[in-house]
């Protein structure tokens, strides 16, 4: 079993700034990417921003230059440093986490979203 815990959503006036944060725990053997995913109001979810162990990242054209992602492997944790937000950012933010399992099985894990709410 592994668990990931989301921190660090909330209420954010437009043009403000918001860091979350993700760790994971568990039965976890290693983890090769983290990464932040969000759902908007009767949208699908989309892919924000990844992180892999080899400290490759990967971001939506959507939030470019505005987010950036860090993974901190020895600690199994990511997070989403977040400028410029903009009131279409509002969603709830998952973090996913894809290794392998101290068994050795895929690992493919969601934390349970924390919401970021962007006023005009």
């Known amino acids: 079993q592994v668990q990931l815990v989301e921190s660090g959503g909330g209420l954010v006036q437009a043009g403000g700034s918001l860091r979350l944060s993700c760790a994971a725990s568990?039965?976890?053997?290693?983890?090769?990417?983290m990464g932040w995913y969000r759902q908007a109001p009767g949208k699908q979810r989309e892919l924000v921003a990844t992180?892999?162990?080899?400290?490759?990242?990967n971001y939506a054209d959507s939030v470019k230059g505005r987010f950036t992602i860090s993974m901190d492997n020895a600690k199994n944790m990511v997070s989403l440093q977040i400028y410029s937000l903009k009131p279409e950012d509002t969603a709830v933010y998952y973090c996913?986490?894809?290794?392998?399992?101290?068994?050795?099985?895929?690992?493919?894990?969601w934390g349970q979203g924390t919401l970021v709410t962007v006023s005009s």
């Open positions: 568990g039965r976890i053997y290693r983890i090769n990417a």
């Open positions: 992180a892999t162990s080899g400290a490759g990242t």
């Open positions: 996913n986490a894809k290794g392998l399992t101290s068994w050795l099985g895929a690992l493919d894990a």
